[in-house]
């Protein structure tokens, strides 16, 4: 194809996006757009299942029958996640052997928020309630995304992740209304989860590289400044209604802006995690990686068990 | 040393009957059996369907946007084959 061809096929790419028209993997599509989907798709896949890691550590502790099933229901909808995601990424024409081998050799990444450790049972109500929270803020834009796959896996996921939020708030709430020492524990969980929950918003808008390119392509409708803002707005009432204070002592209602004032983001804390000098970042890894190779005699037997019994059918018919 | 990865797998669920099968995405599974299981529980964790397929992907023929013009186009003139085409008097009730 010449360059001119191509800036006419690119031309009317754009214009069909911008007419709200999906798009769909055999379609014709630009490089670039291929290539930011395929990153932005997997880097989400990879933060859903490495997101099952910290919560995946308070399953077998769970303070009763209730909240075990919940928790358990909850880290398995995020391994759904993951498999939704990474199935529609790979309709880009990458397979999932590739995608796992990127997150495994630390060449791709996933969300900076799942690089802190759960030390609390009250860790699971904050996660629930404050990093569910802001990834709905994130996700529900997405249901109208350009790239069909990646819109329609979003739907479903959008449709889990309420009872995420709703199940950590719970747990939230009975800790918050129990002994002096209860309360305490989620007053700690929400004291260490918060400014994590912001920065896990992304950059502030005048650091950010992608946005406006994401924007044309409906991979954002909303500033990650604006995103931060309607959660903060959104869940300090939450915190005033169950008697827990928000650990900002510059947060301030603004009347005239009809939002809150908050304080300044430790953005150092937030680069050294994603470049990977977080609390838990290389547990993380050693975890995903670990279990990714103690479970390859099972796929390579349940493969030979299938090649097995297709050859047996064959033989049969014969 | 890893034999071969597990195949990708097309899944159609009927979420209730009455209803055609509908594409709800794919998965990897070592076989048919394993497909179904897995689909079960990545599809289906809340009543989402009654019933399942699943196909090998690489058993699905697609036809090529690229030829969308050849194959949809001829359908566009054809405005005979809708009832609006047809004029018949003001008296003449449901038809
Ligand atoms: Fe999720
Ligand atoms: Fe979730």
């Known amino acids: 194809m010449s360059e001119e061809q191509i800036k006419n096929l690119e031309a009317q790419f754009e214009e069909r996006i911008a007419?709200?028209?999906?798009?769909?993997?055999?379609d014709w599509m630009p490089e670039k757009y291929r290539q930011t989907h395929i990153r932005q798709m997997s880097q989400h896949a990879h933060s859903e299942i490495v997101g099952m890691l910290p919560e995946g550590n308070w399953i077998t502790r769970a303070p009763s029958l209730r909240r075990k099933v919940a928790l358990l229901a909850k880290v398995q909808d995020e391994a759904g996640h993951g498999l939704y995601l990474y199935s529609a990424t790979e309709t880009l024409g990458v397979s999932r052997d590739e995608l796992y081998e990127q997150l495994?050799?630390?060449?791709?990444?996933?969300?900076?928020?799942?690089?802190?450790?759960?030390?609390?049972?009250?860790?699971?109500?904050?996660?629930?309630?404050?990093?569910?929270?802001?990834?709905?803020?994130?996700?529900?834009p997405l249901c109208s995304t350009s790239f069909g796959p990646y819109a329609r896996a979003m739907v479903r996921v959008c449709k889990e992740e309420s009872f995420h939020q709703r199940q950590g708030y719970e747990i939230m709430i009975k800790l918050a209304n129990g002994t002096p020492e209860q309360k305490a524990m989620a007053q700690d969980a929400l004291n260490r989860w918060w400014w994590p929950s912001l920065m896990m918003l992304g950059?502030?808008?005048?650091?950010?590289?992608?946005?406006?390119?994401?924007?044309?392509?409906k991979l954002k409708r909303k500033s990650n400044d604006e995103?931060?803002?309607?959660?903060?707005?959104?869940?300090?009432?939450?915190?005033?209604?169950?008697?827990?204070?928000?650990?900002?002592?510059?947060?301030?209602?603004?009347?005239?802006?009809?939002?809150?004032?908050?304080?300044?983001?430790?953005?150092?804390?937030?680069?050294?995690?994603?470049?990977g000098h977080g609390p838990c970042n290389k547990e993380r890894m050693k975890a995903r990686v670990g279990a990714w190779e103690r479970g390859e005699w099972v796929r390579d037997a349940a493969m030979a068990y299938a090649e097995k019994q297709q050859e047996r059918r064959e033989k049969q018919a014969v | 040393m890893a034999t071969k990865n597990w195949p990708l797998w097309e899944v159609f669920v009927r979420s209730k009957n009455g209803l055609e099968h509908r594409h709800f995405g794919s998965l990897h599974a070592a076989d048919a059996e394993m497909a179904l299981e897995n689909a079960r529980d990545v599809y289906t964790r809340r009543n989402e369907g009654v019933s399942i397929w699943v196909v090998e992907s690489k058993h699905i023929t697609a036809s090529?946007?690229?030829?969308?013009?050849?194959?949809?186009?001829?359908?566009?003139?054809?405005?005979y084959r809708h009832p609006t085409f047809y004029d018949l008097p003001d008296e003449v009730k449901h038809m």
Do not use: C
Request: glycine share 6%; aromatic share 12%; hydrophobic share 35%.
């Open chain 2, 64 to 79: 090529n946007p690229e030829h969308n013009g050849e194959l949809f186009e001829p359908a566009q003139d054809k405005v």
């Open chain 1, 104 to 140: 495994h050799s630390g060449k791709a990444k996933y969300s900076s928020i799942f690089n802190y450790p759960t030390v609390t049972w009250a860790d699971m109500g904050a996660i629930g309630w404050l990093v569910d929270g802001a990834a709905i803020i994130n996700q529900v």
């Open chain 1, 203 to 217: 950059p502030t808008d005048a650091e950010s590289i992608h946005t406006e390119q994401s924007m044309k392509w």
């Open chain 1, 227 to 275: 995103l931060r803002q309607q959660f903060i707005d959104q869940t300090v009432p939450q915190a005033d209604l169950i008697g827990l204070t928000i650990p900002d002592p510059d947060l301030k209602w603004n009347e005239e802006r009809q939002s809150y004032d908050f304080g300044d983001i430790n953005w150092d804390e937030f680069w050294q995690v994603v470049k």
């Open chain 1, 19 to 26: 007419r709200d028209e999906k798009i769909e993997p055999k």
